[in-house]
C-alpha cells in the first residue's frame, strides 16, 4: 500500500516539477505585484513620516564589545549593530531630541559569543539596565514616558527576556525597565510573556553579499520538491527532540526521512544555497522561533517557505502578506505533511512563487550594507511611524511613576 501511495505521489511530484520548471524556464509568466494593503505598506517610505534621535553612550556599550568579538557582524542576532548604523546616517535621524518622536538606544547585548559563536545572554539584562539609567540621569526624556516612546533592538532568542531556554525565559519576564517600551526582536509569539503587545518583529540577520554569491541562474528548473538542512534533534540538551523547535523537527525526520519526496539531511553541503533555489517547498520547522534563517533563505531564493509553528507572529507580518507567500502547518498535522502538500493545487504554487519573484518582498527581509529603500531597516522605521502619534497617556505627570526599578531577579540589580 505504501509503494502505491509514494508512486502516486510520485507522479504527482513529476508532474509539479513540469508544470513550474516550464515556468522557471521559460519566465512565461511575470512576476506578480502583491495587490491590496499589504503591498502598499511593503513598499512605504518613512523618510518624513517619522524623526529619530540616537543616544550616544559610550563605546563600552556597543563599539567596544564588537571590537572584543568581530564574529558578531556575521550573526544571526547581527541586526542590533546595523541597526545602529543605519540610524547614524539615516535622513530620519535628528540631532534635536526636542523634535524626536522616538528616541533610540543603541545597546548591543547578544555580542558576548561563546566559542562556538552561541550569545550568552547572562549579562545582557545588567547591560540593559545600566544603558537605561545613564541615559535616564543624563536626558531627560526617558523620564517623561519611562520608555513608551523609546525603541530597544533585542533580536536574541527571547527578546528581552533575556534566556535561551523558553522555560527560563518565561520565568524571568521581559526585563521590568523595557515594559512600556517598544521592542524591536526577531523572537514573536502570540500570547507569549516575551511578545509584548506593539513590538516590532524582524527578521533575522542573513548576510546579503554571501547568499548573492550563490545565486545561479533563473532558467534552472526546480527539481527537489521538498527540502530542508539543520538539526533534528539537540542532541546535548534534548535528546528526545520533545523541546527542541516543540517537536516540530524531530516529527518531520521520523515521518518522512524515508520519503523519496523529500530531501532532508542534517548534512550541510556547499551547495546548501544553490539546493534551495531548485526546491518547490522549503521547511521552516520553527517552533516557536521565527529568527530562523532558513524563512529568509527561502524568500530570497524563491523557495515557498513551509512554516510549521503554531501562534507565530512573523517577521513585518502588517507588511509582508506570509498567507499569500507560504503554506503554514499546525504542529500536530506534520505526518500529514506529504498529503498536504502534494494536494495544493498548480496554479497555487505558481502565484506563490511569482509574488516570491518580487523584488520588493526579498528586500524587506534583508539588512543591506549599505540600506536599500524597502529593506528590513525601512520596514522597522515603517512599523515605528504607524504607531505615531503617541497617545498623550504615554506622558506621565508630575511625580508619577509606573515602573518598579528594583523588581526582577536579584542578579540583575548588580552594577554592571
Known amino acids: 500500500m505504501n509503494g502505491w501511495r509514494w508512486g502516486f505521489l510520485l507522479l504527482v ?5 513540469l508544470k513550474t520548471g516550464a515556468v522557471e524556464h521559460g519566465r512565461t509568466q511575470p512576476t506578480e505585484r502583491i495587490s491590496g494593503s499589504a503591498g502598499d505598506v511593503l513598499e512605504d517610505n518613512p523618510v518624513g513620516r517619522l524623526k529619530v534621535f540616537v543616544y550616544e553612550l559610550p563605546s563600552k556599550y556597543n563599539k567596544k564589545i564588537l571590537q572584543k568579538d568581530p564574529r558578531c557582524l556575521n550573526h544571526m542576532f547581527a541586526a542590533e549593530i546595523y541597526m545602529h548604523r543605519f540610524l547614524l546616517s539615516s535622513p530620519v535621524r535628528t540631532l534635536n531630541p526636542e523634535e524626536a518622536d522616538w528616541f533610540y538606544t543603541p545597546v548591543y547585548t547578544t555580542c558576548d559569543l561563546t566559542p562556538n559563536g552561541l550569545p550568552l545572554p547572562f549579562k545582557s539584562p545588567r547591560m540593559m539596565r545600566s544603558a537605561i539609567q545613564l541615559i535616564s540621569s543624563n536626558w531627560p526624556y526617558w523620564n517623561r514616558t519611562e520608555g513608551a516612546d523609546h525603541f530597544f533592538v533585542v533580536p536574541h532568542d527571547f527578546g528581552a527576556c533575556f534566556h535561551y531556554q523558553e522555560e527560563k525565559a518565561i520565568e524571568r519576564g521581559i526585563l521590568p525597565l523595557l515594559q512600556r517600551a517598544t521592542l524591536v526582536q526577531t523572537f514573536g509569539q502570540r500570547n507569549h510573556v516575551c511578545l509584548n503587545e506593539g513590538s516590532i518583529t524582524i527578521p533575522p540577520y542573513a548576510p546579503p553579499q554571501k547568499m548573492q554569491t550563490h545565486l545561479i541562474p533563473e532558467k534552472t528548473p526546480r527539481s527537489i520538491f521538498v527540502y530542508f538542512r539543520g538539526l533534528f534533534y539537540d542532541v546535548g540538551n534534548d535528546p528526545e527532540g520533545g ?9 518531520v525526520w521520523e515521518n518522512f526521512k524515508d520519503n523519496p519526496l523529500f530531501d532532508i539531511s542534517t548534512e550541510h553541503p556547499t551547495t546548501y544555497y544553490e539546493d534551495m533555489q531548485r526546491a518547490v517547498f522549503c521547511l521552516c520547522p520553527l517552533g516557536w522561533a521565527p529568527w530562523s534563517p532558513r524563512l529568509v533563505e527561502a524568500v530570497i531564493f524563491g523557495c515557498i517557505p513551509v512554516i510549521i509553528a503554531d501562534d507565530i507572529v512573523l517577521p513585518f507580518a502588517d507588511a509582508i502578506p506570509w498567507e499569500e507567500i507560504g503554506v ?46 524597502g529593506d528590513a531597516f525601512h520596514q522597522v522605521l515603517n512599523g515605528l511611524a504607524r504607531k505615531l502619534p503617541h497617545e498623550k497617556s504615554i506622558y506621565l505627570k508630575p511625580g508619577e511613576k509606573i515602573l518598579n526599578w528594583t523588581a526582577g531577579p536579584v542578579g540583575d540589580l548588580k552594577p554592571w
Not at 498535522?333 to 502565484?351: E, G, K
Request: aromatic fraction near 8%; proline fraction near 10%.
Open 328 to 373: 503554514f502547518l499546525d504542529e500536530k498535522d506534520v505526518p500529514n505533511l506529504d498529503t498536504i502538500l502534494t494536494s495544493i493545487p498548480l496554479d497555487v504554487i505558481l502565484r506563490k512563487q511569482r509574488l516570491l519573484a518580487n523584488p520588493s518582498m526579498k528586500q524587506a527581509m534583508l539588512f543591506p550594507q549599505p540600506a536599500q529603500p
Open 13 to 17: 511530484y513529476a508532474a509539479l516539477v
Open 243 to 251: 523541546y527542541y523547535a516543540r517537536g516540530a523537527r524531530a516529527a
